[in-house]
């Protein structure tokens, strides 16, 4: 069992920047590729990236490509979601996930892939 903590969601402007936390304690935490999803009312989760377990290679959902860094310590068991250029499309609750196995990272965009979910952390966007 991997659980797993969101953190660092809150109300930002238009054009600033959030980090979002995933903290998973645990031993087993580097055995995972770990994903960030989001949700906004009224619509399906959706894919905003991903990370290799040993944070080598990483997947971006073409919406957040260029603004949103993912990355990982797994020596603090944590992944994170650097976000800038914020805008009210992003506007969400931001979920991380963990996914044992997996061929390549691409295959990882699908909310089935994944073993475990966090509760969720909400970012709202104000224009």
């Known amino acids: 069992q991997v659980q797993l903590v969101e953190s660092g969601g809150g109300l930002v402007q238009a054009g600033g920047s959030l980090r979002l936390s995933c903290a998973a304690p645990g031993r087993t935490f580097r055995n995972y590729a770990m994903g960030w999803f989001r949700q906004a009312p009224g619509k399906e989760r959706e894919f905003v990236a991903v990370?290799?377990?040993?944070?080598?290679?990483?997947y971006y959902a073409d919406s957040v490509k260029g603004r949103f860094t993912i990355a990982r310590d797994n020596a603090k068991n944590t992944v994170y979601l650097q976000m800038n250029s914020l805008n009210p499309d992003d506007t969400a609750v931001y979920y991380c996930?963990?996914?044992?196995?997996?061929?390549?990272?691409?295959?990882?965009?699908?909310?089935?892939?994944?073993?475990?979910w966090g509760q969720g952390t909400q970012v709202t966007v104000s224009s």
């Open positions: 990370i290799s377990r040993s944070g080598g290679s990483t």
């Open positions: 996930a963990a996914a044992y196995r997996y061929i390549a990272l691409s295959t990882l965009s699908t909310v089935g892939k994944y073993d475990y």
